[in-house]
Each structure stands twice: as structure tokens, then as C-alpha cells.
């Protein structure tokens, strides 16, 4: 049952009203999806930023460029350097000279890097089906195609 049909007569939300509880619901799962992942990154001893950096450093083809795990990541590049020297102090990421042009550093995952990408796995899904318990299987399909429709979404606005 959606928002509106809850509501009746003089108490149904116009347009605008729905679109801003819808906005509000949306931002509260967000705080709430944050929580549960951190919940469950703890005990992998990483934050969900850094979690979220392993895993794009591993879908590359070679060791990623710092500025393109910024673009890739939405971030400025400060924010990129400040993850890789957590993820580097502790070993799971290293710092690798270009083979062809010595003033790029490039990012590539350690053993220990990539033994976390395994557990930061099973601690994703145990966040997921945390967050997702109380829909069915036909629930969580239709949300996934809802959510496909406003990710994928290129906006005119840029954001």
C-alpha cells in the first residue's frame, strides 16, 4: 500500500507532499542502511568508505590511478588519499609507480586486501538481509526495480 492510499479524502498528500515523505523515507533507510553496514563492517575492522574503496579498486582490470578512483567514487581526491593511507597503514592496499609515467601513483590491493574483500562479502550480505528481512521475495524484487530506475537515472541537473 503506498503513502497516499493510507491516507483518505481531506488527509491525501498532494503531488508535492508525497514526493517529500518519499524524500524523507528515503533519506532515513539511508541513515539506517549506514548503520547496519557500519554494524556489520566493524567487526572486519574498516569503515564503510573504506570498504567501498577496496571494492572499486578491485573491479579495475589493472591498479586504478588515485584520480580515477575519485571520478569513480563521485569524491574529491583528497578523500581518496585520505582512504588509501588508512587502508595502506594497515596493509591492505599499497602504493605502486606506473610502469610508463613515474609521476602516477597507482592503487593495487595487497593478499590482505583482498582477504578482507572476502569477508567485507559475507558482511555485506549479513547487512542486506538485515535491512531487507521484512520484504518477501516479490517485495524485493519490485524494490529493485525502483531502485535501478532512480540510480540509473542520468539527471539534467548534474547531481
Not at 588509501?84 to 609507480?97: K, N, S
Not at 582477504?115 to 521475495?137: G, N, Y
Amino acid at each position: 500500500m503506498s503513502t497516499s492510499d493510507r491516507l483518505s479524502g481531506s488527509d491525501r498528500l498532494s503531488g508535492a507532499d508525497t514526493d517529500g515523505l518519499l524524500a524523507e523515507q528515503l533519506l532515513r533507510l539511508t541513515r539506517r542502511l549506514h548503520r547496519i553496514q557500519k554494524h556489520h563492517l566493524e567487526p572486519v575492522g574498516i569503515t564503510p568508505a573504506q570498504s567501498r574503496l577496496l571494492r572499486t579498486v578491485s573491479h579495475f582490470g589493472e591498479p586504478p590511478r588515485m584520480a580515477d578512483l575519485a571520478t569513480r567514487l563521485e569524491v574529491v581526491p583528497r578523500a581518496v588519499t585520505s582512504l588509501v593511507d588508512g587502508l595502506e597503514a594497515v596493509g591492505r592496499v599499497r602504493r605502486v609507480p606506473d610502469p610508463n609515467n613515474r609521476r602516477v601513483v597507482r592503487i593495487e590491493l595487497t593478499d590482505a586486501g583482498r582477504a578482507t574483500l572476502r569477508e567485507l562479502r559475507s558482511a555485506r550480505r549479513a547487512a542486506a538481509e538485515d535491512i531487507l528481512a521484512p520484504l518477501t521475495v516479490d517485495q524485493r524484487e519490485v524494490l529493485g526495480g525502483l531502485l535501478s530506475a532512480l540510480v540509473d537515472r542520468v539527471p539534467e541537473s548534474g547531481c
